[in-house]
């Protein structure tokens, strides 16, 4: 089976100093870059992801420090790819699907979980793949909202914690 890591939007906007701080940002960083250098020493393929908006201002805007993946992220994927989105659905209008191309089972994490994290695991692009949803690798603005997200979830996909996920 093969498997990869989607890491979804990793960015300076929600981290202290940004637009949009997520609760315990900085702490879901450090297992996310744990989590990555554990796929690739698996052979496991990682993808990342980061959300671009149109906008000249605010969350995300193209052009300001705040669309920036995290240094720590991209020092740990390497050279894995980067896939760029305008919404929440990393699948939607972009190139996600070829970089999987061959994936049997699909592992999602990082910001926003009752955001881009549900609508891409949710996507109707990902249902060809096992998906499930990392939940101790993601965050939200707080800990109910991230809580509530991941008990929704799983009414509907597999949610584990990193620890399931080692070989």
Same mark, same amino acid.
């Given at each position: 089976?093969?498997? +990869?890591?989607? @890491?979804?939007?990793?960015?300076? *906007?929600? $981290?202290?100093?940004?637009? %949009?701080?997520? #609760?315990? !940002? ?53 050279? +894995?790819?980067? @896939?760029?989105?305008?919404?929440? *659905?990393? $699948?939607?209008?972009?190139? %996600?699907?070829? #970089?999987? !191309? ?56 597999? @949610? ?8």
């Amino acid at each position: 089976m093969t498997r +990869a890591l989607l @890491v979804i939007d990793i960015q300076n *906007d929600y $981290f202290p100093g940004g637009t %949009l701080p997520l #609760h315990q !940002a900085e702490e879901v960083e450090t297992r996310v870059v744990a989590a990555i250098e554990r796929a690739r020493r698996a052979g496991d393929r990682v993808v990342l992801v980061r959300h671009v908006s149109p906008a000249k201002t605010g969350l995300f805007a193209e052009g300001g420090s705040g669309v920036v993946i995290r240094p720590a992220i991209l020092s740990a994927a390497g050279d +894995a790819p980067v @896939v760029t989105k305008q919404v929440a *659905d990393a $699948f939607q209008d972009t190139d %996600l699907a070829e #970089h999987l !191309a061959g994936v049997d089972e699909l592992l999602v994490c990082g910001m926003m979980t009752q955001n881009c994290v549900v609508f891409t695991a949710m996507s109707r692009d990902a249902e060809g793949f096992d998906v499930g949803v990392i939940g101790d690798l993601c965050a939200a603005p707080s800990e109910i909202v991230h809580r509530i997200a991941l008990n929704a979830l799983g009414s509907k996909l597999r @949610v584990v914690n990193s620890d399931d996920c080692r070989d």
